[in-house]
């Protein structure tokens, strides 16, 4: 994918495979800000919609006034493509003494990561057919307490979030 900068560019604002913002969106020219996927921020992610509708709330409310800051979104992620199903969602390091169930069945093409902390899911990623994470995408949605089906899951039972 290739940003269409070229408009920023004849303008004289700063770019580089994006126009460069800071974390407020505002670009080198701190009256025009930019957003979505036109919009390089250093060590963001970019290309998806939830970055791009959280930025935007960021740059509206610089708009008037406030001191909004943009930080990722930890909302799901989720992307369909031809025959697979990807699912993103908050924070996948352990160092805050969470746990993670990782699994990764080659013979179905499906890889599934959990890391839950205090009974919480607090990231994942799920990779495989259409449907796969369904069950995980509706338990963050509903901020589900997983704690009770921890044992299923050290057990390789991934169907347990199906019951939360
Ligand atoms: C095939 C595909 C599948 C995707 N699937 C997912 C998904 O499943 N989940 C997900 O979260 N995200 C997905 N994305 C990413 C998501 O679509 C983008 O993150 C989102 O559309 C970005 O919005 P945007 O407004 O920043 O840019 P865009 O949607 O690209 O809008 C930019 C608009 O500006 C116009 N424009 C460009 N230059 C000029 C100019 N000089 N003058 C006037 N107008 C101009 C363009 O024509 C366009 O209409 C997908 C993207 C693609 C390409």
């Known amino acids: 994918m290739r940003a269409n900068k070229e408009l920023a560019e004849a303008a004289g604002l700063e770019t580089n495979r994006g126009v460069i913002v800071n974390d407020r969106m505002q670009t080198s020219d701190p009256n025009i800000l930019a957003v979505g996927d036109v919009a390089e921020l250093p060590g963001a992610v970019g290309g998806l919609w939830a970055v791009g509708t959280a930025q935007a709330a960021v740059a509206v409310a610089a708009?008037?006034?406030?001191?909004?800051?943009?930080?990722?979104?930890?909302?799901?992620?989720?992307l369909k493509m031809d025959g697979i199903d990807v699912k993103g969602f908050g924070k996948l390091d352990t160092d805050d003494g969470a746990e993670e169930f990782m699994d990764a069945e080659e013979s179905e093409n499906i890889h599934r990561r959990l890391v839950i902390k205090d009974g919480r899911i607090q990231g994942a990623v799920f990779v495989g057919p259409p449907g796969t994470g369904k069950d995980a995408a509706q338990a963050i949605q509903k901020r589900a307490d997983v704690a009770e089906i921890i044992p299923r899951l050290r057990d390789g039972?991934?169907?347990?979030l199906a019951d939360v």
């Open 63 to 78: 708009m008037f006034g406030q001191d909004a800051t943009y930080e990722a979104p930890s909302t799901l992620v989720s």
């Open 157 to 160: 039972d991934w169907a347990a």
